[in-house]
């Protein structure tokens, strides 16, 4: 049995930014399931306005992966992040550093991040983890949660971030160590070997803006 569905309206989301697909983006697909090479099926296709622009979401029918068939580019995704994303064209770094520095000083402690990396911290004092020890945070955004690390007493703090401007802005706002470049690059693998062995690597809210999980 064929079945199908209709989206009625989408919700507001006024701090999103809609990101328009036209032919200056090249599209791949990805038939397979990135988990388990598994061939994925069409769950829906997505239908421009103009009705001859489509993007087909799969799921794996072997481990419930679900994704885009069709998508941007690997390269393309890669600059989009580096120069695009969260508002890149648009932000005042020094404005930006300002900010982040206020809101640390104020350290909600309801802020999601600071709640999870709370919780590493009270582990790490746990198990007796030695300060000195090297840790990495994949995905480190402003640094906020590398910073309340660093508080709490760990001193050698690596973070990577594939945003240039949340890089930049970590960097400036908080004399954070963070590469902006992505985990998987070989310039990224090879900074790290100098500082290894890691002791812990941890990551919040990064797998969804992954190419290739």
Not at 19 to 43: F, G, K, Y
Not at 51 to 65: F, N, W
């Amino acid at each position: 049995m064929s079945l199908g569905f209709k989206i009625v309206k989408f919700l507001k989301l006024d701090d999103w930014i809609p990101l328009i697909i036209d032919e200056q983006i090249r599209i791949a697909q990805q038939n397979n399931c990135p988990s388990d090479s598994t061939a994925l099926r069409t769950l829906c296709t997505l239908v421009g306005v103009e009705g001859d622009q489509k993007m087909r979401i799969g799921c794996c029918p072997s481990c419930g992966y679900t994704g885009y068939i069709d998508r941007p580019t690997k390269e393309w995704i890669k600059q989009f992040y580096i120069e695009n994303w969260d508002r890149a064209k648009t932000i005042n770094l020094n404005q930006e550093v300002k900010k982040q520095k206020k809101q640390f000083a104020l350290m909600n402690p309801r802020n999601e991040r600071i709640a999870r990396v709370e919780k590493i911290v009270q582990f790490l004092r746990f198990i007796g983890y030695d300060s000195t020890r090297p840790i990495l945070e994949i995905g480190s955004g402003y640094g906020m949660g590398l910073k309340y690390l660093e508080r709490a007493g760990f001193t050698r703090l690596t973070g990577i971030e594939n945003s240039y401007h949340r890089a930049e802005v970590a960097r400036r706002a908080h004399g954070l160590t963070v590469l902006s470049s992505a985990f998987e690059e070989p310039c990224t693998q090879e900074e790290l070997k100098k500082n290894k062995p890691f002791g812990l690597i941890f990551s919040h809210h990064v797998i969804e803006h992954v190419y290739d999980p």
